[in-house]
Nanobody, 122 residues
């Protein structure tokens, strides 16, 4: 069974860089036919696709975040990591990592992590 677990700080100060890691078991980020995705949901709002990484290392980012977002894979640890720089209060959200055959999706088509709350506050 595939499992994804998000980890990282729950509180980030404005202007700092948010860093979240997704640890995968039951599949390989290096060889999977799926994409590895980050999705977030701000309080009271809908889900937003942030970006994705494929097994080849190719990355895909939401244009609205393109200047601030990076996603990296660590095949030795079977993890992928999200970095979002220059955060503001608008980046407060529950962040989810997910696996999907689609690069861009906010639907629960496949396996998702439980989600991790990240609050941007001084």
């Amino acid at each position: 069974q595939v499992q994804l677990v998000e980890s990282g700080p729950g509180l980030v100060k404005p202007s700092q860089t948010l860093s979240l890691t997704c640890t995968v078991s039951g599949d390989s980020v290096a060889t999977s036919n799926y994409y590895w995705i980050w999705i977030r949901q701000p309080p009271g709002e809908g889900r937003e696709w942030m970006g994705a990484i494929g097994s080849s290392g190719n990355t895909y980012y939401n244009p609205s975040l393109k200047d601030r977002i990076s996603i990296y894979g660590d095949t030795s640890k079977n993890q992928f990591t999200l970095f979002l720089s220059s955060v503001t209060h608008e980046d407060t959200a529950v962040h989810y990592c997910a696996r999907d055959r689609l690069i861009v999706t906010t639907q629960r088509n496949d396996y998702w992590g439980a989600g991790i709350q990240v609050t941007v506050s001084s």
